[in-house]
């Protein structure tokens, strides 16, 4: 009973700060809420960019919900079956697509094209393509990461290299000549088997598209991805890279540390890492640099987060305000000073204390040739098929042609519900 | 009349329950997997194909299903007589009248059980690992050069199975251990009397006796290893190269990872049928012969 008396006693101390405060600024009741989804690490410090969007905008309160990455796919399409959006969400840009396919996104064309603070040139363009399905704009690139080179510089040194490799030819030649300074025990670059980003890499570096006629197809088979395939098998064939998944190498900033490999293919949280793990006496050994292409630098992912508002939103104007203030070249330097995230937009690069960093140099350099993969919703699976089969290739039980023709008829089978969509959509 | 209503009311809420949440779902189960569910499905049901038995036709020719069944019965075949092997083992050992510190030895040897697998898979990957793992410390010392356990496909699965009859001999263990405190004492004594090695009585009286409880032990183990997942899940994720995929572990792929309800309703009603299937043949060889 004593316990009640005191919840009554707040609860009308609340109502009347509520009546006290409601002179000065709109009450709550008049306050449109915005409900914001954000993931991981991206939703722990959101809430400190909130306070100045919600000061600038009186009329406007953002809630903001957390979801921890491994259930944020699961809890998405849960809140979609059962209409329980929030109004704007982050989202993973490879996930756009699926979401899309669902009709869950509100178009953001019209929004985009008459803003004074989202400009698409200033834009990477693989990110910003990312967001465009079938034609329309339907997210925000919130924050980046692609795939580029990271390596020991002493290690390259002594086998005789100044400078990070350009092409592959180069990267052969390095990778070689590593390994013969490495020994049997130490290897030349780390390519686990149960990541297909480094594969795609080199898959996306080529003229050939990894699916073809819209989608609708496997393109597997194409020159270009048999000539990727080939050389991510030739450096396990070489014994340049160890064959191994993530399993058996326990700690992959330790192992670098340590010289096990000289090369390693990574995405942007991986400076803060490396910063934090590696030996102070190790700090000045090691770089980052573009990924090496057939032929000079190639293209890499065009991965990182959107922001997205969904289609069931009856906010979209407030939704669009929020989208804007985040966007700005300055939110976007703060962003990243609190997460590490890389900012998508070229004016936070140049303006910022980004533009100092060593470390990301080479993402600026890459980030201007990022590649979209295909956006179709059945994407993950598929590059989960390609990895599957890369790993049969990499342990001899298969040749690349029998391989990317499999690969072909697997990916093809996954692909025909789509197909079937596309047909019926034609004839409706 | 009157009272047959009276107790359809009584039993009234037990049917509801088991209706809605066992008999439901299962006809539920049967029924997607007579469909395309997928992701489109769940945007707009107009994008649901009802395909019959394609999913059943398809998954039967697909090599990975099959690999995946393979998979499950290695880790069967050879998990099942080796863990009850091992609780069998180690419960005529703690029976035995020399043994010393029984209640410690029993605790010890059934704590695997009650241990989360999640913190057991992580100790294990560490005395598995390749490099700095304690196993092939040890092995070092005989001369063997470092194996790569559970990156080799050939090795992964016999690794897991070492898991899982580690993690699980100890709950069959305690069965045996209660099951030979309840065989008389004077069985044995006739056996003595009639000049029977203690060996022979191991054979012709014990083991005998054991029969309906190795029965029970033995089909509870292999309905529970058909259902192999959580230690791929947590060990391999089913590499290297698929050889830890088992069928429970392609049914949660195809579902929560890929969103193929229908393909994963197909594969989870074929896993029934298979232990059902096992489970009567176990039955029906022991039932013949008890009759022989």
């Known amino acids: 009973m004593r316990r009640m008396a005191g919840l009554r006693a707040a609860l009308s101390l609340i109502g009347v700060a509520i009546v006290v405060l409601g002179g000065c600024t709109p009450s709550a009741s008049e306050r449109e809420i915005l409900r914001f989804w954000a993931m991981g690490r991206e939703g722990e410090v959101i809430a400190q960019l909130l306070p100045e969007f919600e000061r600038k905008n009186p009329g406007i309160r953002v809630e903001v919900q957390q979801l921890p990455w491994t259930a944020a796919h699961e809890k998405l399409l849960t809140g979609f079956a059962g209409d329980a959006l929030p109004d704007l969400c982050q989202l993973g840009n490879t996930w756009i697509p699926e979401f899309a396919a669902l009709d869950a ?163 942007p949280w991986n400076i803060e890492e490396f910063k934090r793990r590696l030996p102070p006496e190790r700090q000045g050994d090691w770089m980052t640099a573009p990924l090496p292409g057939p032929d000079g630098p190639g293209a890499s992912t065009a991965g990182g987060s959107s922001l997205v508002i969904f289609r069931s939103s009856k906010h979209t104007q407030a939704a669009w305000r929020l989208i804007e203030y985040l966007s700005e070249p300055a939110a976007q330097i703060r962003f990243h000073q609190l997460t590490g995230d890389l900012p998508p937009r070229r004016t936070a690069w140049r303006d910022g204390h ?38 049969q290739v990499v342990s001899g039980h298969i040749g690349i042609d029998d391989a990317t023709r499999e690969l072909d008829r697997e990916v093809d089978a996954i692909l025909e519900k789509r197909r079937w969509m596309l047909a019926r959509a034609k004839t409706p | 009349m009157k009272l047959s209503v009276i107790a359809w009311g009584f039993v009234a809420p037990a049917i509801i329950v088991i209706g809605t949440f066992f008999v439901l779902p299962v006809f539920t189960g049967l029924a997607l997997s007579l469909t395309d569910f997928d992701i489109y499905a769940l945007a707009n049901l107009r994008n649901l194909r009802f395909v019959g038995l394609d999913n059943y036709l398809r998954l039967l020719r697909t090599p990975l299903f099959w690999q995946a069944l393979g998979n499950t019965f290695y880790f069967v075949v050879v998990g099942v007589p080796l863990s ?188 029934f049928g298979l232990i059902l299937a096992v489970t009567w043949g176990f039955m029906r060889i022991t039932k013949d012969e008890v009759n022989a």
């Open chain 1, 105 to 267: 996104l509100a178009p953001l064309d019209k929004l985009a094209a008459s803003s004074k603070i989202v400009s698409a040139q200033d834009y990477f363009p693989g990110i910003w393509d990312t967001n465009v399905v079938a034609g329309g704009l339907r997210g925000i690139p919130w924050y980046v990461d692609t795939r580029v080179l990271f390596y020991r510089t002493d290690l390259l040194k002594q086998a005789g290299f100044d400078h990070a490799p350009r092409s592959w030819d180069e990267w052969k030649r390095a990778l070689a000549a590593v390994k013969d300074k490495a020994g049997p025990s130490r290897f030349g670059i780390l390519l686990p088997l149960n990541e297909f980003e480094p594969l795609l890499a080199l898959g996306l570096q080529q003229p050939d598209p990894l699916l073809r006629d819209g989608g609708r197809y496997g393109g597997f088979a194409s020159p270009g991805f048999r000539r990727a395939l080939e050389f991510y098998a030739y450096m396990f064939r070489q014994g340049w890279t160890p064959t191994t998944g993530n399993a058996a190498i326990s700690n992959v900033w330790s192992e670098f540390g340590r010289g096990f490999f000289a090369f390693y293919i990574s995405g």
């Open chain 1, 354 to 391: 980004l533009a100092d960093d060593v470390y990301a140099k080479a993402f600026l350099d890459q980030l201007e040739r990022a590649k979209p993969a295909p956006k179709v919703p059945e994407w993950e699976r598929i590059a989960n098929a390609m990895q599957l089969m890369a790993e």
């Open chain 2, 84 to 271: 009850i092997g091992l609780s069998l083992g180690s419960a005529l050992l703690l029976h035995a009248r020399v043994a010393r510190f029984k209640p410690f030895f029993r605790t010890a040897l059934f704590a695997p059980v009650v241990t989360t697998l999640v913190a057991v898979a992580v100790v294990w990957r560490y005395l598995f690992q390749t490099r700095y793992g304690m196993v092939n410390y040890a092995l070092a010392h005989i001369g063997i050069d470092p194996i790569d356990w559970l990156g080799n496909p050939h090795l992964a699965m016999p690794t897991i199975i070492l898991l899982a009859a580690w993690k699980n001999f100890g709950y069959n263990m305690v069965i045996f251990l209660a099951n030979l405190q309840a065989i008389p004492e004077d069985v044995y004594e006739a056996a003595r009397i009639d000049g029977a090695s203690s060996f022979q009585q191991l054979l012709y009286v014990t083991l005998p006796m054991l029969k309906p409880t190795l029965l029970l032990v033995g089909i509870l183990t292999t309905a529970g290893y058909f259902q192999l997942f959580a230690e791929p899940y947590v060990m391999t994720q089913g590499g290297p190269l698929r050889s830890t995929v088992s069928v429970l572990y392609f049914m949660y792929e195809e579902g929560f990872k890929w969103w193929n309800f229908g393909t994963a309703s197909t594969v989870a009603v074929l896993l």
